[in-house]
Every structure is written in structure tokens, then in C-alpha cells.
């Protein structure tokens, strides 16, 4: 093998370890690259069906029910998740003051999702393909997160190639030498105020809140796996002008944005530990239906678990289907409805039976969820509640209390 | 008199400007503020859950006689708005009249507890559709025809829902009662599979039931779901078992 031709061999077989490795380590090529097209300027056949293949499924999916894509209409309002939740967060939704302020009050989650525009100016397909497949946590102010839906690995590249259509990017790796000069950037310009960053070498810091912009700051441990490395730098130094409705603000100038990408993409990382939440063991005293319905069905489950007939004929994704889920019938509303059960391949069954894990099913779900939430994904099924925060421990059990007690009502 | 003030009436009705439908609330209203009729479909089942079974009955009919007001009120086409007595059905039932696609759903689930509480009332209710302690035996037999066939239709279109599935085989012993077994077989499948959600399917279960054991543990599960009086809703009658 020539010398050059060696070294490209090589460099492919370091960046096939480090892909292999991303789930366990974060390790990325240090040595610089030379700028490298991604995508070229004109789409091949393949490409092109796989984009229009892509863009039937973000239907299908239902992608905008949640995000602004680029040649997607906006939904009905009936399904425009988001769009209901802002304007009752607002007081424009058309209500009485006090359902507002009731509403309001459960609104805890899904106020915020990042708009799809753009992305393939900035994103890799290949991470989107992934986080697709295998969500993760990649905005830990926001609360809601990404949902695992059911979704082939084909389908995903789909959509991936659907989003990256306006690619134009390239990969050319951050000079290693601007850490130093990209930490002292970081703090002075306060990324960390809305951003989290596992630095290895400085304290643990609180994670952030406050509004839309820090709700949606990505974790930016991810960027190294995230984000065409060639546009990183531009992209922290005009956001905007990549992508017009980013509330990423423009602070940084051209010569610190070199220094930031370079100390994202090289700075060491501290690793991430997470250890599953305890399986509390079952209480001894009483456990109604009306404390668990305060508790788990009414807070989180109802939104999507919906009584059909109640809500005029659309029961929600839960229910009727939808983000590219089937009819699955379960109405989280009242106590028959939950007895009623759910559909299971056609079939109706009890979600208070034992499935092929030994637990109930509705216990079940609830506790892959919180798997999930540490990277423990459960293959036999979706943890719930879909894309939101786990049930607490103590929640859980509850739910396992009633369960085992034989569902008391009262 | 009557020939004077009636057309008057007419004249009075047909000249005030009919509102249009989305003056008085709007898509959203309609669509995420509970209506009345929502509230007390939930009413009638809370009733239900406490084996409420004759004010239930009541409830239900009331519900089903808005309804039917609400439709030909609707037919009609003269909504005032601001009008009293409009408002409150319209409040009551809008969703019936103005998305008729939507509103098939709810009166389909009023139908449904009207069919099932005319079975747990004995049928007995006068031809006027008010409750009755006795009526002749024709009226309450055609009573738990036409509950057991209103239910039968809704199970069509509906085959998946164990409730249905558990109410027909609850009306079907009331009508006849050479349908025990089949009507056993039934909810001792929904039983077993444990998809039965409504205490008074569990006693119906346990009326039917042979087996001593197995009656007490179905009455055990309608104790368990009922808010008072459980030990006597959750008791089998003698005309029962």
C-alpha cells in the first residue's frame, strides 16, 4: 500500500473505532483534516428517492406536530402539540383564566422543541440516523426529550437524508493547539449559562435554566459526534446566518469561535455514570386508584392516553395512533378506561397482566423509561411516558402498590 | 289565542338574525373545554362506580333527551345567541350539533350507559322513559330488547372494546335467559384476561357463576371497585343468582 493511501486507510480505521466507541467513550480524531465535502453540490438518484422518501415518513412520524421543518406544513391545531402549550403558557390560548392557570400548572414539559431548519448546514446524517434510532438527552434543561418511535433503521437514514438535504458542509477537524484559548472563551463569554459541558478539568457546574434559549442548549459533549466539524466554528460565530430562528446569540468573533470549536471538539470529558433508580419495594399501606390517577394517569398519561369519545373523536397518539405509532386503544382517562386495556397485536390485553418480563405491562413501560433515561434500552418495549421525564421512584411505586393490592378504586 | 301568539312566536323566531356557529365559541372552546354533555357522561359513570344504577338511569336519559333537543334545535337552525335557555344547550351540547363527526362519539358512549343501566334497572321504565317501580311485563321487555339490540349495534363497530363485550353479555341474560352460558363464557374470558373495569360486571359475573369460589373472589373484585356501600351493591340477589 502507498504512503498516502496508508495514511487515509488509517485515518478511516481510526474514525470506524471511534464511531464504534461513541456509545461507550467519546474519543474523536485529534489529527487536523483536510477540508472534505460531505455531500457533493448535485443529489444522485439514490439520494434524491431517499429524501422524498424521507420527507413521507416526517409526515408519517408526524415530525411537526413537535418541530418546524422546512417544507412541512404546520399541523392542525388539534395536533400542534407545541403550539397549544405555548399559547396557553402565554394566556393567548382562548380559555377562561382559571382553566389556564390549571393547565398551566401541568404544563411542565414539552414548551420547547428545536426547529429542524437548516440542519443539514450543521449535522452529520449519521448522527441523526442514530439519535433517531436511540434518543438521547441531548437538551437536559428542556425536560421533554426526544421520543423513541417505531422507526427501522432504513427509515431513519431516510429522514436523515430528508433533513440534510441542503448539505453543503465539510469536515475539517478544530486545531487541537486553541483549547486552552477556547476555555478561557467559554467562561468569558458564559456558554455555561445556557449550555452543560462535561470539561474534565473544571468543577461540575449546575445545570441551567431559564428560557427557550437555555431550554434548548444542547449538552455539548454531543457536538463532537453532532456537528460537521468544518462549520462549527462559523456556526458559533453567526449562528443566525445558518439558521435564521436559532436563539443561539452571535458573541463569540471569528478568532474566539476557532477557539471554541477547538476546545468542544478536543477538551476531555468527564465520563457520565448512571446508575438505574431503585425499584422501591411495595408499600404496606393502602393505595387507591384516585392517588395514582393524581399522581401518574391524570399528571403525565392522559395527554396521549385520551378518551376517544370524550375528546371528540381523537384519543390522542395513545389511543388512536400516531407519531408513526398504530391504534393501540388505551384510554389512561378513568379506571375503566385503564381496565379496558391495550392492543398488543391486534389483540386486547390487560396492562395490569404479567408480559413476558414478569412485571405488569403498565409497570413495565414505566420502568424501561427510566432505564432509558440512563442509556438502558429495553428492546420488548417503549418506556413511558414517551419523550417526557421517567415517573419518580416513588411514583413508580405507587403504581406497583396498586397494582399488587388488586387496583383498589376508592 | 293560541292561533295568534303562535305564528307571532314564528314571526319573532325567524326574524332575529340566526348567529353563525363560530360566534358563540370557537374551534378551540369546543374542542379542549369539556361541555356539559362531556361532564356528565363522566357523571353518569361515576354514578355507576358507586352502583348508583336508578340515578344514573336518570342522568342518562336526561343526557339523551339533550341530545335529541339539541339535534332539532339544530335542525331548526335558529340559535340565538345570548338567549338563555339557547345557551345552555348549546353549552350542553354544542359538540352535537356543530361537528356531528365529533359528537358521534360522545352520544355513541351516552347511548351505551343509557342501553346497559336500562339492563341494571330491570326495565323497568315507563313508556315515557321515566323509572318506574313495576311496568307491565311487554314494556319492560321491549325495554331489554332495545338496550341488548342498542348495545349488539354498538359492538359491531366497535368488536374490540371488552366493555361492549361485557355489556351485551350482561343484556343478553337479562333478555334471555337460555344466553347464561354463552354470557359466562363471555366475561369469564374478559375475567380471566382481566379486562373487566366495572364493579357491576363483576356481580353480574358472580351471578352467573356455579362455582362458590370463584363467585367470591368475582365479588371480592366488585368491592374492591366500588366507592360505598360495597358489601351491599357487590351482593348477588336471589333474583339474580
Known amino acids: 500500500m502507498r504512503a498516502p493511501a496508508k495514511r487515509a486507510f488509517c485515518a478511516l480505521l481510526a474514525l470506524a473505532l471511534a464511531a464504534s466507541f461513541a456509545g461507550c467513550e467519546e474519543v474523536v480524531p485529534d489529527e487536523p483534516a483536510a477540508a472534505t465535502p460531505v455531500e457533493s453540490a448535485q443529489p444522485s438518484e439514490d439520494q434524491r428517492r431517499a429524501r422524498e422518501r424521507g420527507r413521507a415518513l416526517v409526515e408519517r412520524f408526524q415530525c411537526n406536530r413537535c418541530h418546524t421543518i422546512d417544507e412541512v406544513a404546520e399541523p392542525a391545531p388539534s395536533q400542534n402539540c407545541l403550539g397549544c402549550h405555548r399559547a396557553i403558557e402565554a394566556g393567548t390560548f382562548e380559555a377562561s383564566e382559571d382553566d389556564l392557570e390549571r393547565w398551566r400548572s401541568h404544563i411542565t414539559n414539552l414548551v420547547a422543541a428545536p426547529s429542524l431548519l437548516s440542519v443539514g448546514a450543521r449535522l452529520r446524517p449519521a448522527w441523526i440516523t442514530a439519535f433517531l434510532l436511540e434518543p438521547k438527552d441531548l437538551r437536559p434543561a428542556l425536560g421533554a426529550s426526544m421520543p423513541r418511535l417505531p422507526m427501522s433503521e432504513d427509515e431513519a437514514q431516510d429522514i436523515a437524508a430528508f433533513l440534510t438535504r441542503d448539505a453543503g458542509a465539510f469536515e475539517a477537524i478544530p486545531e487541537r493547539a486553541l483549547v486552552a484559548a477556547g476555555r478561557r472563551a467559554f467562561e468569558r463569554l458564559a456558554c455555561g449559562a445556557c449550555h452543560v459541558f462535561r470539561d474534565a478539568e473544571i468543577p461540575e457546574q449546575a445545570q441551567p435554566e431559564g428560557d427557550d434559549g437555555a431550554r434548548l442548549a444542547p449538552d455539548l459533549a454531543h457536538v463532537r459526534e453532532r456537528f460537521v466539524s468544518g462549520r462549527l466554528a462559523e456556526w458559533i460565530a453567526n449562528p443566525s446566518a445558518m439558521k435564521h430562528d436559532t436563539l443561539m446569540p452571535s458573541a463569540a468573533s471569528a478568532e474566539q469561535a476557532r477557539a471554541l470549536a477547538a476546545y468542544l471538539w478536543h477538551a476531555p470529558l468527564r465520563p457520565v455514570r448512571q446508575t438505574p433508580p431503585p425499584l422501591l419495594p411495595i408499600l404496606e399501606r393502602r393505595v387507591s386508584y384516585e392517588e395514582v390517577n393524581e399522581h401518574i394517569f391524570h399528571r403525565t398519561c392522559r395527554h396521549c392516553h385520551a378518551d376517544a369519545d370524550l375528546a371528540f373523536g381523537d384519543g390522542g397518539p395513545g389511543n388512536d395512533g400516531g407519531f408513526g405509532f398504530e391504534r393501540r386503544g388505551l384510554n389512561l382517562t378513568n379506571y375503566e378506561g385503564a381496565s379496558a386495556g391495550v392492543l398488543v397485536d391486534g389483540r386486547r390485553t390487560s396492562i395490569y397482566a404479567p408480559d413476558a418480563s414478569g412485571m405488569p405491562r403498565l409497570v413495565h413501560a414505566l420502568r424501561a423509561r427510566q432505564l432509558e433515561e440512563v442509556g438502558e434500552r429495553d428492546p420488548t418495549i417503549t418506556g413511558m411516558p414517551l419523550a417526557h421525564p421517567a415517573v419518580s421512584p416513588e411514583d413508580l411505586q405507587l403504581v406497583r402498590t396498586w397494582v399488587a393490592q388488586g387496583r383498589l378504586r376508592f | ?241
Not at chain 2, 140 to 151: D, G, I, S, V, W
Not at chain 2, 171 to 193: G, H, I, N, P, W
Request: with cysteine.
Open chain 2, 1 to 241: 289565542m293560541t292561533r295568534i301568539l303562535l305564528p307571532l312566536l314564528a314571526l319573532v323566531l325567524l326574524s332575529t338574525p340566526a348567529a353563525p356557529a363560530d360566534a358563540c365559541l370557537n374551534e378551540y372552546i369546543r374542542a379542549y373545554v369539556l361541555p356539559v354533555a362531556v361532564r356528565r357522561v363522566e357523571r353518569v359513570e361515576r354514578l355507576m362506580a358507586a352502583g348508583q344504577s336508578r340515578q344514573a338511569f336518570r342522568l342518562a336519559n336526561e343526557l339523551l333527551a339533550g341530545v335529541s333537543n339539541a339535534h332539532a334545535l339544530d335542525r331548526r337552525g335558529d340559535w340565538v345567541d345570548g338567549d338563555e335557555w339557547a345557551t345552555e344547550l348549546e353549552d350542553a351540547f354544542l359538540p352535537n350539533t356543530q361537528h356531528p363527526e365529533r359528537a358521534a362519539s360522545v352520544e355513541a358512549r351516552a347511548a351505551m350507559l343509557h342501553a346497559i343501566l336500562m339492563v341494571r334497572v330491570d326495565g323497568q321504565v315507563s313508556r315515557r322513559g321515566r323509572l318506574a317501580r313495576r311496568v307491565h311485563v311487554s314494556v319492560r321487555t321491549a325495554n331489554l330488547r332495545a338496550a341488548h339490540e342498542a348495545l349488539v349495534a354498538q359492538q359491531r363497530t366497535s368488536p374490540d372494546d371488552p366493555r361492549l363485550s361485557a355489556y351485551v353479555a350482561e343484556a343478553a341474560v337479562a333478555v334471555d335467559a337460555s344466553a347464561a352460558a354463552d354470557s359466562l363464557a363471555t366475561l369469564r374470558d374478559l375475567a380471566q384476561r382481566d379486562l373487566i373495569g366495572d364493579p357491576l360486571t363483576w356481580l353480574a359475573l358472580a351471578a352467573l357463576e356455579e362455582d362458590a369460589e370463584a363467585r367470591d373472589a368475582h365479588l371480592e373484585r366488585c368491592r374492591n371497585m366500588v366507592s360505598r356501600r360495597a358489601n351491599q351493591v357487590c351482593a348477588v340477589s336471589s333474583r339474580q343468582s
